[in-house]
């Protein structure tokens, strides 16, 4: 199952794209910013890119020249309405490897998705180990002492980010930024009640995901 990172800042565009991706069954973070963008890359691995040309703090062009700079290599699509053939160089030039033109079809945009995931390297499978759990980023399975817990999208969501920073504080807005939809109702007392059930099947008690009161939380090495 491949990981996508969209970033757009127009929620109808995003909303489209993200259901068309979401049907073709791709798991699929949304940041409206180039900083929401970077808080995505600094604790998630992704398969494919698609960025917005124009953000509010920022634009794609950037997000993709500094992805490539730092050996990323993983296809990023553009989407853009700068229509010139000029611009369009530029995109490329940063290390662009697909260009869609504003407006678009969402079915064309995942047939170029699919045929950039082809011409690409395998999707990422990350394991990650921490005491008894493991938990395989492409499997979206979990397992404690070699059994599979059943978890809900978003709980599997928070207890990966949460292993992705072990020992590290998650803040509200990390687990916002990475566990929330734009769809969902998002507050503090619905992030309490998903810290609550993802407790009640991983931790049992044990003090494993600690509460940063009014912070955030911390899985405890």
């Known amino acids: 199952m491949a990981k996508i990172l969209l970033v757009e800042d127009d929620e109808a565009v995003a909303k489209a794209v993200?259901?068309?991706?979401?049907?073709?069954?791709?798991v699929v973070d949304h940041a409206n910013t180039f900083q929401e963008a970077v808080n995505f890359l600094s604790c998630s691995s992704y398969d494919l890119f698609i960025?917005?040309?124009?953000?509010?703090?920022?634009?794609?062009?950037?997000?993709c020249q500094q992805l490539?700079?730092?050996?990323?290599?993983?296809?990023?699509?553009?989407?853009?309405?700068?229509?010139?053939?000029?611009?369009?160089?530029v995109?490329?030039?940063?290390g662009a490897d697909d260009y869609l033109c504003k407006p678009f079809h969402t079915k064309e945009l995942s047939l170029r998705v699919a045929a950039l995931l082809r011409r690409g390297e395998s999707p990422i499978n990350e394991i990650f180990k921490f005491k008894?759990?493991?938990?395989?980023?492409n499997r979206q399975t979990v397992k404690k002492s070699g059994v599979e817990i059943d978890l809900s999208p978003k709980e599997f969501l928070l207890f990966e980010l949460?292993?992705?920073?072990?020992?590290?504080l998650v803040s509200h807005k990390m687990i916002e930024?990475?566990?929330?939809?734009?769809s969902d109702e998002f507050s503090h007392d619905a992030i309490k009640r998903l810290v609550g059930r993802l407790r009640a099947k991983v931790d049992k008690g044990s003090s494993l995901i600690e509460n940063v009161h009014g912070v955030g939380y911390r899985l405890i090495e």
């Open 132 to 137: 008894e759990f493991e938990l395989d980023s």
């Open 162 to 168: 949460l292993l992705r920073n072990v020992g590290k």
């Open 51 to 63: 960025l917005d040309g124009s953000l509010p703090d920022g634009d794609g062009f950037q997000i």
């Open 18 to 26: 993200i259901d068309q991706l979401s049907f073709a069954r791709y």
């Open 68 to 89: 490539r700079s730092k050996g990323e290599n993983r296809p990023v699509l553009l989407l853009t309405g700068r229509t010139s053939i000029g611009e369009k160089s």
């Open 91 to 94: 995109g490329f030039s940063f």
């Open 177 to 182: 930024d990475k566990v929330w939809r734009s």
